[in-house]
């Protein structure tokens, strides 16, 4: 970023900034890298930061076993997936998940466990777990004979 967007200056410098978040009834908070206008005072975080951040709430969210409705809708938004998409892989209707983030359902530990996976890998740029899930809905078919390399031991 060359200037502020808010008052023009050009005038910034990198800082830690202190970084919060409300999500089910936690603050979460970080000082994270940020451009500050030596004028205004408007702080800019870089998309990738702020991702990173987000990531880190939904791993605390999810090691403390965190399931009510707006944890639950945070999780699904850290994943980028929009409801009907989320809820194809996940193997449930729409109304279902979006009855999980309105708090008029409970999340089963199975579906949690995959929601878990599909956040990991979000954080490690894969897409393994998803790709496999689609790939339910599309099984192929293997012929009557399937030769097979066999693998090496670990």
């Not at 050009?10 to 004028?39: G, I, Q, Y």
């Not at 205004?40 to 987000?54: G, I, L, M, R």
């Not at 850290?78 to 009855?99: C, D, H, I, M, N």
């Not at 999340?107 to 393994?128: F, G, M, P, S």
Request: with cysteine.
């Amino acid at each position: 970023m060359t200037k502020c967007v808010n008052c023009k200056s050009r005038a910034l410098k990198k800082r830690w900034v202190e970084r919060t978040r409300s999500v089910a009834n936690h603050v979460f908070a970080a000082k994270l890298p940020a451009e500050v206008c030596a004028v205004c005072a408007t702080q800019y975080f870089s998309d990738p930061t702020v991702e990173n951040f987000d990531l880190s709430i939904a791993f605390a969210l999810l090691e403390a076993g965190a399931n009510d409705a707006q944890a639950l809708k945070f999780l699904r938004s850290v994943t980028g997936l929009q409801g009907k998409e989320f809820a194809a892989l996940l193997g449930v209707r729409p109304e279902t998940a979006s009855r999980w983030e309105q708090g008029r359902g409970a999340i089963d530990h199975a579906t949690y466990t995959v929601l878990r996976q599909l956040v990991a890998e979000k954080q490690q740029h894969q897409t393994n777990t998803a790709d496999f899930l689609r790939s339910l809905k599309r099984p192929k078919r293997l012929p009557k004979r399937v030769n097979l390399s066999p693998r090496k031991a670990a």
